[in-house]
């Protein structure tokens, strides 16, 4: 096993264990935050087991339903209590979300994680050459502005060719998947509408 594939399986043990503990704190059982996610029991108990590796949006759906921020269940840094009604995020500060779960090439840089209770959740995501292993199906809605390059866009069956200034926005419960095209990565900001907290 190589530095970074061994590194990749310790950071899944850790956020696996995370969520169990999360989950554990809060005094929910695998039945409940199986119903307040929407996700099978059975799989929320292989992620928990570390024999399923959830992708980014499934993290930021099992989060949430533990009134956590998805980069906090990542890096394991604590959320404040203290209420932000504005927050800013410099380049220089964006916070990359390295996750095991992500396919190959994608690399997403949070630009919201400062804002705690935030309903959305905005990400610059430079997309692989290659299509992720499985779509993505998830709550809520998504929109996707284009930054610079060209990408192949499947959503429920149906190719889309999207470029730099393209803005397009959709249900997130299709199926939906995408790579680069051309001689460099694309690159966009996507923001996800996350479900509201009770």
């Not at 692989?128 to 499947?154: D, R, S, T, W």
């Amino acid at each position: 096993m190589d530095t970074v594939e061994h590194e990749s399986k310790r950071l899944e043990e850790l956020i696996a264990k995370r969520i169990q503990e999360l989950r554990l704190a809060r005094g929910l059982t695998l039945e409940k935050l199986s119903f307040v996610t929407g996700l099978a029991k059975s799989y929320l108990s292989q992620i928990e087991n570390c024999k399923k590796n959830p992708p980014i949006n499934t993290l930021t759906k099992i989060a949430y339903a533990l009134s956590e921020n998805v980069v906090n269940l990542i890096t394991r840094e604590s959320s404040s209590t203290e209420k932000v009604r504005f927050s800013l995020v410099r380049p220089s500060e964006r916070r990359a979300i390295i996750h095991p779960g992500t396919a190959r090439g994608y690399n997403y840089e949070s630009v919201t994680y400062k804002k705690p209770d935030r309903v959305m959740d905005g990400y610059i995501l430079t997309a692989g050459f290659e299509f992720p292993n499985e779509p993505f199906i998830h709550e809520g809605q998504e929109l996707v502005y284009m930054l610079e390059g060209k990408q192949e866009f499947i959503y429920n069956g149906k190719k889309y060719i999207v470029e730099a200034g393209d803005c397009f926005y959709f249900d997130s419960d299709r199926p939906h998947y995408s790579r680069s095209l051309g001689n460099r990565p694309a690159r966009f900001l996507v923001v996800f509408c996350n479900p509201r907290r009770n």
